[in-house]
């Protein structure tokens, strides 16, 4: 069956540095994959969205990259700041385009 | 911002006790859905619907039901609460041609 790993530890980033964060999925590739951002409490919040056929896509201080050989997603923050910390959420479509599956996520702390 | 609300945010109540959790969108989301997520896990799908009178159920059983009478309307029902279901609960839309959910701020229910 189609799964979305992220590492479950939390990642602690120190102020200034690049934080990257790994999303794992198995079976084939997916069309796309989808990066959210979850503070404590609230709904997901969309970030980007990366085409299979994509190597990479970037949004300010955002880039995602997909690798379809390793089956890898990677989310990289650079400059980061406290603001950043929250989780971060890794998904990928269903069968059905319309569903996504998801991974448990990925706690980030930037530490001033 | 956001334009898909829930109510209530919280939500403490006793065992055996009917309740609704109401979601509703501005956007005109063809496509909704009702995922729940305990602490530091994933998101799983309880329902989902594809438009007014369409409604089905997810990948997690649930004892929930959903009605989409209108479109901007999917609310959430539990007969008989139990600590069980014990839960936040995030409701969510998909605009056609998208693949991009938005989601409510999220319901967090306390069975005691």
């Known amino acids: 069956s189609q799964k979305i790993e992220q590492n479950s530890e939390a990642l602690n980033i120190q102020e200034g540095k690049t934080a990257t964060l790994t999303c794992n999925y198995t079976?084939?590739?997916?069309?796309?994959l989808q990066w959210y951002r979850q503070d404590p409490g609230r709904g997901p919040v969309f970030l980007l969205l990366i085409r299979e056929n994509e190597k990479e896509k970037r949004k300010e201080r955002l880039k995602v990259t997909f690798d379809t050989t390793l089956k890898q997603s990677l989310f990289h923050i650079t400059a980061s700041q406290p603001a950043d910390s929250a989780t971060y959420l890794c998904?990928?479509?269903?069968?059905?385009?319309?569903?996504?599956?998801w991974g448990a996520g990925t706690k980030l702390i930037i530490k001033p | 911002e956001a334009d898909i609300y829930q109510t209530p945010r919280y939500l403490v109540i006793g065992t055996g006790k009917k309740i609704t959790l109401e979601c509703s969108q501005t956007?005109?989301?063809?496509?909704m859905y009702w995922y729940q997520q305990d602490p530091g896990m994933e998101l799983h799908l309880i329902h989902y619907?594809?438009?007014?009178?369409?409604?089905e159920k997810g990948d997690l059983s649930s004892e929930s039901t959903v009605s989409r009478i209108r479109t901007e309307h999917f609310p959430l029902t539990l007969e008989s609460a139990r600590p069980s279901h014990t839960s936040q609960y995030l409701c969510a839309s998909l605009s056609s041609g998208a693949n991009v959910l938005t989601f409510g701020a999220g319901s967090r229910l306390t069975v005691l």
């Open positions: 619907s594809y438009g007014v009178n369409s409604t």
């Open positions: 956007m005109g989301h063809d496509k």
């Open positions: 079976n084939y590739s997916p069309a796309y």
């Open positions: 998904a990928r479509p269903m069968d059905s385009n319309y569903q996504l599956i």
